[in-house]
């Protein structure tokens, strides 16, 4: 479990190449990966 471990301030992003993603963060980060990871759909 990570949320001991992060608090509000931080951003976290799980992803993996082949499978759904999430991802809570600031917006050029997110736009960012989907347009340069392509398996990101």
């Not at 993603?21 to 398996?39: C, Q, R, S, T």
Request: net charge neutral; charged share 25%; proline share 5%.
């Amino acid at each position: 479990m990570l949320r001991p471990l992060i608090n509000k301030n931080d951003k976290l992003y799980i992803i993996s190449l082949k499978e759904s993603y999430i991802g809570f963060g600031l917006n050029d980060v997110n736009d960012w990966l989907e347009k340069n990871i392509p398996y990101l759909i």
